[in-house]
């Protein structure tokens, strides 16, 4: 890797790439700091509506004319947001039947329904809210079987081409509401869409329902109350505390948690001036704001959970076993960790087992790839985990499954992880993005039952799956269909709540299968031992790895523009296009706000006459928090700016460009999870010490194929972050559930 020297001046003609070729990443000690946690990390702080997203990759720059027309079409993003509008609208049809008890089962089957019937029975007063808590979880109910052949699919429902907008009528409601209490009427159509077509009267009747809104904090719904309620609004209202509670926790699920320590909300709302946290948490849970359970044992009985609360409650119980660990989750996670866990059994014991799959494995190209289909043939569920190497293994099952007569299908997070998939398979449609899948727009459709038209699926990146899309998926599948989870275990986590990949490891519920095949080349070795915590020194002959030494943020964003628009492209032969840069958060100096209007100035400058963007400009298309589409701009027209997303027109209204557009010549490493490049810039700045970990790391070093620039301003920090600062550990439910659920034994 080569080194330069501070001081040198930075001329574009020849001293990035062309000076000393050192080899490696200087490795000295200095204290880091831990990184917020995966999806929560400093990067989503920084933009709440690029809350850790799932990847972005830039493309080309269209071909088409700037003023050319180009007609609407649905992105896989906007497709992935109506299946999850689909589960959210499910969800709420359940929570509609508040007014009137729901038996057990009736809707639903297994620890999901036992789970709405506590609820209920809570609700309706027929058990007191101490009584809430987690119950043994049943066996999985029988299912269909896998059907012989795919049934005809009606053509797919088109996906809205963005999130569902309050009514104007509604929103003017709520401003005059917001007015009333002196709040910004900018929160009207948010607040709205958040609370529904009744938000005004939502509102007028529990001002602290404004914490609903995306940014809005205590303070300001605290003051907005005041406003509205005068001499009966208080700190220990219950409203107040009701709206706090929940408030929290979906502050934690931005941070990757599906649930919370009972002590760590009680200490949170004790910092909001609430009088008794502790009577707080048993109003919200008795309102059935939110769910209680005991962790770590999925068969205890209510009674004893509601002991255990109890004793762990109070202060100085003379025991000297471990208090029981009590935690808070919102009923959509209890729901998604439910159906999740019961589904995965369900795979897990419906599946055929003793597939002679012998030949097939013999004949596969890599001793790993013959160990993963041998597991496949006898599992309903099998996890795979390497590098980038290792995706060739998972291919290589579904070249094998479908040369079996078998249907077989992988699927990824990215159009670009798609087109990867598919060429190591072999086949262009033996792969579909996961957003196109679940919605119908691609893969094989769906039988009479609902279940996808598939015996073998494989979910490539599978540690960018999140709790619900995980629900979501399992429920899809039909018994005796076999789910092989493969990914990296070093990268990132999902965007959204929960820890699916690493919790079904660490459940042992199933085979798992660890490749043995190496990623190649400098960067290989280089990110392979960050994988375990070391920054070592790696020979990097072929440049393919260099360091740049910078002294401030304003000579790490001269030096990226530098390498970007010119040293790479010379020295390497990496075009601009397929270079992509990577840094630790939006906001700051050297952030992905200040980095892209450095780059646009070099690379694409114009007015930004649509809205800040030109047509050519590399963008990223956010239609919900922790989904990226990347893109260029095409035109813009009244009916929105029109981008190309991998080759998918894409019209983003007018209202929703400021909101869900971004320039995307620098991402976050949370947008590029999933993603390669021919070459990667990371950019690590002073300030950007706080928000290393070694996930954040390995992710955004193993981001390019042939090469690697490092801007390098944090001196000691980064081999301090890498050997000392792991992934912070996410709250979930996912992984006892899954060991209470009877299994056989995983080989």
């Not at 499954?401 to 992988?410: E, F, I, K, P, Q």
């Not at 070592?536 to 740049?548: D, F, K, S, T």
Request: one cysteine or more.
């Amino acid at each position: 890797m080569t080194a330069h020297p501070r001081g040198e001046s930075p001329d574009p003609a020849a001293e990035d790439h062309a000076t000393g070729e050192e080899a490696g990443v200087e490795a000295a000690d200095t204290p880091g700091t831990p990184d917020e946690g995966d999806a929560g990390s400093a990067e989503a702080a920084d933009d709440g509506a690029e809350t850790a997203d799932a990847g972005a990759k830039g493309v080309q720059e269209p071909e088409q004319a700037p003023g050319e027309p180009v007609a609407p079409a649905l992105s896989e993003a906007e497709a992935e947001l109506a299946a999850q509008r689909e589960l959210r609208e499910r969800i709420e049809q359940r929570k509609a039947g508040k007014e009137g008890p729901i038996a057990a089962g009736a809707k639903l089957n297994g620890p999901a329904a036992d789970l709405l019937a506590a609820v209920r029975a809570v609700e309706s007063g027929e058990k007191p809210g101490t009584a809430f808590f987690d119950s043994p979880v049943s066996a999985p109910a029988p299912r269909r079987a896998a059907p012989a052949a795919p049934a005809a699919q009606p053509p797919p429902t088109p996906a809205p081409e963005h999130p569902r907008a309050a009514s104007p009528e509604a929103a003017a409601s709520v401003a005059a509401v917001l007015a009333e209490g002196g709040a910004p009427e900018a929160l009207a159509r948010p607040a709205a869409a958040a609370l529904g077509e009744g938000a005004a009267g939502a509102l007028r009747e529990d001002p602290w329902r404004l914490l609903a809104v995306p940014g809005v904090r205590p303070e300001q719904a605290d003051g907005f109350a005041r406003a509205l309620l005068g001499a009966e609004c208080g700190p220990d209202d219950g409203r107040r505390t009701a709206a706090l509670v929940s408030w929290m926790l979906e502050r934690a699920a931005l941070r990757g948690h599906t649930a919370l320590d009972a002590d760590e909300v009680r200490a949170g709302l004790a910092g909001l001036s609430v009088a008794d946290p502790g009577e707080a948490v048993q109003q919200a849970v008795a309102e059935g704001v939110v769910l209680v359970f005991q962790d770590g044992d999925g068969g205890a009985e209510p009674q004893e959970t509601a002991e255990a609360e109890e004793e762990s409650s109070e202060d100085g119980a003379g025991s000297d076993e471990e208090p029981v660990r009590v935690l808070l989750g919102l009923d959509r996670y209890a729901l998604a960790e439910e159906s999740l866990a019961d589904g995965l059994a369900r795979l897990v014991n419906s599946c055929g087992k003793g597939a002679d799959w012998t030949e097939a494995a013999d004949a596969a190209p890599s001793p790993s790839a013959g160990e993963l289909i041998r597991a496949a043939a006898n599992a309903g569920l099998v996890v795979h985990s390497g590098g980038e190497s290792a995706r060739a293994e998972p291919a290589a099952l579904i070249a094998a499954a479908r040369g079996l007569g078998l249907r077989a299908l992988g699927t990824t997070h990215s159009a670009d992880g798609r087109r990867r998939l598919a060429a190591a398979a072999g086949h262009p449609e033996s792969a579909v993005t996961l957003s196109a899948l679940l919605s119908g727009e691609g893969g094989p459709g769906r039988d009479a039952d609902g279940a996808f038209a598939v015996d073998v699926l494989v979910v490539l990146d599978a540690p960018q799956l999140d709790v619900e899309t995980a629900a979501m998926l399992v429920e899809s599948l039909a018994d005796g269909t076999r789910l092989i989870l493969s990914g990296d275990p070093g990268v990132l986590g999902s965007a959204g709540a929960g820890r699916v990949f690493a919790d079904v490891i660490a459940s042992r519920a199933c085979p798992h299968v660890v490749s043995r095949t190496p990623d190649p080349g400098p960067i290989g070795e280089l990110v392979s031992g960050i994988g375990i915590g070391e920054l070592a020194q790696v020979e990097a002959p072929g440049r393919e790895v260099v360091i740049v030494p910078v002294r401030d943020a304003g000579e790490a964003v001269h030096r990226t523009v530098q390498l970007v628009a010119d040293s790479v492209p010379r020295a390497i032969g990496v075009p601009s296009a397929d270079t992509q840069v990577i840094t630790v958060g939006h906001g700051g100096s050297a952030g992905t706000t200040a980095l892209n209007a450095a780059l646009k100035q070099r690379l694409n400058p114009g007015p930004g006459r649509f809205g800040g963007f030109d047509p050519g400009d590399r963008v990223v298309h956010v239609p919900a928090p922790g989904r990226a589409v990347p893109g260029s701009v095409v035109s813009a027209d009244a009916g929105g700016l029109h981008l190309d997303c991998s080759g998918t027109p894409v019209v983003v209204p007018q209202d929703r460009v400021e909101a869900s557009v971004r320039h995307a010549w620098a991402l976050s490493a949370h947008q590029a999870a999933g993603m390669r490049w021919p070459a990667a810039v990371v950019v690590l700045p002073g300030d950007a010490a706080k928000g290393l970990s070694r996930p954040w790391v390995y992710t955004a070093f193993s981001r390019g194929e042939r090469h690697l620039s490092v801007v390098h301003g944090v001196d000691q920090a980064l081999p301090r972050a890498v050997a000392e600062v792991p992934a912070q550990e996410r709250t979930t439910r996912l992984r006892p559930l899954l060991e209470a659920l009877p299994t056989p034994d995983a080989s």
